[in-house]
C-alpha cells in the first residue's frame, strides 16, 4: 500500500495506538485532539500535593500492550514499567465480611475456605468454565475484526454457539455458586464493561478469567503512563499531533472522506480518517446528514450505551489500614443497584462503591502520610431522569458519609483536595455517548457483536476506534480496536 495522508480524530487510547500502527506503516499521520493534552477519558489530575488517575485504574491482558510496541518495531519495556498487584482486590461487605482476592490462587482459596468453604470447589469449576469461554470466543470475537466473509469463515462455529449467550451473568453465576459473597463478587465484573450482570449474557463470564487467571497489572508511576508511553512513541515515530483543535466535521464527497474541517473552519484534506470520537458521535455529528443512510442511523441510535461513573478524587492527610491498592464497597442489594441505574436511570441510594488508592503503589502520589482516593460509583447514562447540575455536590457528600459508615472513619475531616467528575462532564469534555464511560453496554444476548465495526461500510476510508467499537471498552480491547482498523486499512486500502 502506497503511503498515504491520513488524519485521526482524537488522541485517546484508540487514536495513539492506531497513529502508531499507521505511522510503523510508513503513513503521514495527523492526530487532532480537542483537548490540550493527550488520553481521553485515561487522564490524571495533580492538585494540592496529589495525583490521581481519572480512568482506568487496572490492566489486563498486557501482552496486547506489549504487541503493540512490538508491531511499531520497539520494546514496551523501554516505554513503560507494568507489574502485578498484588492482592488484585479487597472487597468490603456491610455484614462486616472482608475478602481479599489474590493473584496467588492457594491465597485466594485460603481466603475462601473462611468466606465460603461450601463454595471452594466451585469457584475452581468457575474459573475453568471462564477459562472456556475465554478460549472459545478469543479468535471469534476479541482478536477478529469481524468485518467481511474472509472473518466469518475462520470461525470455529461450534464454538460460536457454545459462548453462553442464552442465559445471563447472574443466573450462571447463581447455579455455581451457594455463596451470596461469591455470588456478588462474580457478577461485578460485568461492570468493567458498563453492563448489569442481569441483563448481560453470560459470554461475559469470561471477564472473571481475564483477570483472575491472567492477571490484574499496575503501570507504575500510574495508568496515566500508558498514555504519556504512547504519546512519545507517536511521536518517536514521526506523528504530528495538534492539540486544542477541535473537528467539526467529516467531509464526505461521492461517499468517500476527502477532508475533516475544525471548528475555525479550517479544512483539512485526508485519504484516509481514523476516528478515535465515540461512534455515535462519528455518525450522528460528525458526518453530513446525507453520509450514511437513515437506517444506520437510526441502528446507532438505537444502541444502548453502557452506563457511565460519578467520580470522586479525595486526597486525605491519613492512611486506613484497611484498603490496599484497589477496593471496593459492595450494596446490600446488588439487583436494586442495577435496576436504579439501568432501569430508573437514577442514582442509587444504597450504591456499590469502588475505591483505587495508587498511593498503596506509588506513595509519592500523595502528601506524605497521606492517601489519594479514586472514588467511583456507577451511574445511570445521562437522561431526564437525572440532573448532574442540582444533585453533584449533594451525591459529593453522600458517598463520603457512606464510606464513613463503612468503615473509613473521620473521611470528612481529613480532606485536603477534593474535585468530583460527572457523567455530563464525560460528556462536555470527551463526547461520549450520553456521558458513557464503557463506549455500548451488552445487555442483551448479541450486543457485543453488534457494535459498530472499526470500517464504515457506507463511507470509504472511514475508519474507527474506541472502546464504542469492536471489540469493545477497557485497555486490552481498545487496543484490539486499533489492530482491526489497521488490518482493514491494509485489506481495503
Not at 411 to 423: E, K, M, N, R
Request: proline residues 4%; hydrophobic residues 35%; glycine residues 6%.
Amino acid at each position: 500500500m502506497n503511503a498515504k495522508n491520513i488524519h485521526v480524530i482524537g488522541a485517546g487510547l484508540g487514536g495513539l495506538a492506531i497513529s502508531c500502527l499507521l505511522a510503523s506503516d510508513g503513513h503521514r499521520v495527523t492526530v487532532f485532539e480537542k483537548n490540550d493534552s493527550p488520553g481521553g477519558k485515561i487522564n490524571q489530575v495533580i492538585a494540592d500535593g496529589f495525583r490521581f488517575d481519572t480512568g482506568p485504574s487496572l490492566m489486563t491482558m498486557p501482552f496486547v500492550l506489549k504487541e503493540l510496541f512490538e508491531r511499531c518495531g520497539f520494546r514496551a519495556e523501554d516505554y513503560i514499567n507494568l507489574k502485578p498487584v498484588e492482592p488484585i482486590c479487597r472487597y468490603f461487605y456491610q455484614d462486616g465480611t472482608v475478602f481479599t482476592s489474590y493473584q496467588d490462587l492457594d491465597n485466594t482459596l485460603d481466603e475462601l475456605s473462611q468466606l465460603a468453604p461450601v463454595d471452594v470447589d466451585n469457584y475452581i469449576k468457575f474459573l475453568d468454565y471462564s477459562s472456556n469461554l475465554y478460549q472459545r470466543t478469543k479468535d471469534a470475537f476479541l482478536f477478529n475484526p469481524l468485518y467481511g466473509l474472509k472473518d466469518l469463515g475462520n470461525l470455529n462455529l461450534l464454538d460460536f454457539f457454545r459462548i453462553d449467550a442464552f442465559h445471563t451473568v447472574s443466573d450462571r453465576v447463581d447455579e455455581y455458586f451457594k455463596s451470596p459473597y461469591l455470588r456478588k463478587f462474580f457478577k461485578r465484573f460485568t461492570t468493567y464493561n458498563g453492563s448489569s450482570p442481569y441483563q448481560a449474557p453470560a459470554t461475559l463470564n469470561v471477564i472473571p478469567y481475564v483477570e483472575l487467571s491472567m492477571g490484574g497489572y499496575y503501570v507504575d508511576g500510574g495508568m496515566y503512563a500508558i498514555v504519556t508511553a504512547l504519546h512519545r512513541l507517536a511521536m518517536d515515530l514521526g506523528v504530528e499531533f495538534r492539540f486544542n483543535s477541535d473537528i467539526k466535521r467529516i467531509k464526505v464527497l461521492n461517499k468517500q472522506v476527502e477532508s475533516v474541517i475544525d471548528s475555525e473552519g479550517e479544512k483539512h484534506t485526508a485519504d484516509l480518517v481514523v476516528s478515535n470520537s465515540d461512534a455515535a458521535e462519528t455518525y450522528l455529528e460528525l458526518l453530513g446528514e446525507d453520509a450514511v443512510s437513515e437506517s444506520k442511523k437510526e441502528n446507532i441510535e438505537n444502541l444502548e450505551p453502557s452506563c457511565s461513573g460519578f467520580v470522586l478524587l479525595l486526597g486525605i492527610n491519613r492512611r486506613y489500614e484497611q484498603l490496599r491498592h484497589h477496593n471496593i464497597f459492595f450494596s446490600e442489594d446488588y439487583e436494586l443497584e442495577f435496576q436504579k441505574i439501568f432501569r430508573e436511570k437514577v442514582m442509587p441510594e444504597d450504591p456499590t462503591i469502588y475505591i483505587a488508592n495508587t498511593s498503596a503503589s506509588n506513595p509519592e502520589h500523595a502528601i506524605e502520610g497521606g492517601s489519594n482516593l479514586f472514588v467511583l460509583v456507577n451511574a445511570p447514562y445521562l437522561s431526564e431522569n437525572y440532573n448532574w447540575d442540582e444533585h453533584s455536590e449533594a451525591y459529593a457528600s453522600f458517598i463520603i458519609s457512606e464510606l464513613e459508615k463503612r468503615g473509613l472513619e473521620n473521611l470528612s475531616s481529613s480532606i485536603v483536595h477534593q474535585s468530583h467528575i460527572t457523567p455530563a462532564d464525560f460528556r462536555e469534555k470527551y463526547r461520549s455517548n450520553r456521558g458513557s464511560i464503557y463506549g455500548t453496554s451488552s445487555n442483551s444476548r448479541f450486543a457485543a457483536f453488534l457494535r459498530p465495526r472499526n470500517k464504515s461500510r457506507e463511507v470509504k476510508g472511514l475508519y474507527l476506534t474506541g472502546g464504542s467499537t469492536h471489540p469493545g471498552g477497557g485497555i486490552p480491547l481498545v487496543i484490539l480496536s486499533a489492530f482491526h482498523a489497521m488490518e482493514l486499512i491494509r485489506r481495503y486500502e
